[in-house]
């Protein structure tokens, strides 16, 4: 009876030991998730936790997820604030993945071969993105990140072979991070001769003479060569300019970035849309 008892004591100690003590992780919708503090989880990976093969294309969730801020779990409420190393690996349904505000990081190999992923919004709580977090993302055409990026890892969206156009909205350049030791794939970008880079006007000297980011062969200040409305970054303002924005509208996107703020009034809208239609029949 003793013995019962304090196995059943232990068991219960065990469960409610900090993430750091006894990692668990629980799933809630879509997603699985991994305790890492008093509060916070991290987005991680389905399968066998043990198993580091087992983790291998196991989201198959909506083809536009969105992952919240926060989530309840046993009546305690955490703060999503990274996503976990091979949270999405090789998952081949998604499209785009919205990511909350609350996210610091994005771990290694998080959104590694995943083909369909055509676009990736990084948003400003994002400070480090670690190696091979978007490599092998075959059909990535469009990147764009958050202003408050540090560091990013080698191969972050290496093999990316249609990336065309990347917005970095830090007004530092972000640095390689030589912290980061679990992967020595290559460059951070494999598209440097054919994407176009956006980033601050402010900036644009500083990341031309970086050694990451002055590699790429066109590098503009936010807004492109066709000044504000060429939201294709194509280097001219036409009627392909309204209907890629349209697009993005569509797919419920509620949090582009300021790149493709047509009128300046710090949101963007269908009114973007309307104006850049009116700056179109102007200019004709």
């Given at each position: 009876m003793k013995t019962k008892l304090l196995l059943t004591l232990m068991l219960m100690l065990a469960l409610s030991l900090t993430a750091e003590q006894n990692p668990y992780v629980f799933e809630d919708g879509n997603f699985y998730y991994k305790i890492t503090g008093s509060k916070t989880v991290s987005v991680t990976c389905g399968g066998d936790y043990d198993d580091p093969e087992s983790y291998l294309g196991t989201y198959t969730g909506y083809y536009l997820p969105v992952i919240p801020e926060n989530v309840t779990y046993r009546g305690v409420t955490y703060t999503v604030t990274a996503i976990d190393d091979n949270a999405f690996a090789w998952s081949r349904y998604m499209e785009y993945v919205e990511i909350p505000n609350t996210v610091e990081c994005i771990g290694f190999q998080a959104f590694n071969g995943c083909n369909g992923l055509e676009r990736a919004i990084i948003p400003s709580s994002v400070t480090r993105i670690v190696s091979a977090a978007y490599s092998f993302c075959y059909d990535l055409k469009?990147?764009?990140?958050?202003?408050?990026?540090?560091?990013?890892?080698?191969?972050?969206?290496?093999?990316?072979?249609?990336?065309?156009?990347?917005?970095?909205?830090?007004?530092?350049?972000?640095?390689?991070?030589?912290?980061?030791?679990?992967?020595?794939?290559?460059?951070?970008?494999?598209?440097?001769?054919?994407?176009?880079?956006?980033?601050?006007?402010?900036?644009?000297?500083?990341?031309?003479?970086?050694?990451?980011?002055?590699?790429?062969?066109?590098?503009?200040?936010?807004?492109?060569?066709?000044?504000?409305?060429?939201?294709?970054?194509?280097?001219?303002?036409?009627?392909?300019?309204?209907?890629?924005?349209?697009?993005?509208?569509?797919?419920?996107?509620?949090?582009?970035?300021?790149?493709?703020?047509?009128?300046?009034?710090?949101?963007?809208?269908?009114?973007?849309?309307?104006?850049l239609i009116d700056l179109l029949m102007n200019n004709n």
């Open positions: 469009e990147v764009t990140i958050g202003s408050s990026l540090e560091k990013i890892g080698q191969s972050a969206f290496g093999y990316c072979d249609r990336l065309s156009t990347v917005v970095c909205e830090a007004q530092i350049p972000p640095i390689l991070d030589d912290d980061d030791t679990s992967v020595l794939y290559g460059d951070c970008f494999s598209s440097y001769a054919s994407a176009t880079l956006y980033v601050p006007s402010e900036s644009l000297e500083a990341y031309q003479e970086s050694d990451i980011w002055g590699r790429f062969s066109r590098i503009l200040p936010i807004g492109g060569i066709g000044g504000t409305g060429d939201v294709d970054g194509n280097g001219v303002i036409a009627i392909s300019d309204a209907t890629f924005l349209v697009d993005l509208l569509l797919d419920g996107n509620n949090s582009l970035p300021a790149f493709y703020d047509v009128n300046g009034d710090g949101n963007v809208t269908v009114g973007d849309v309307t104006d």
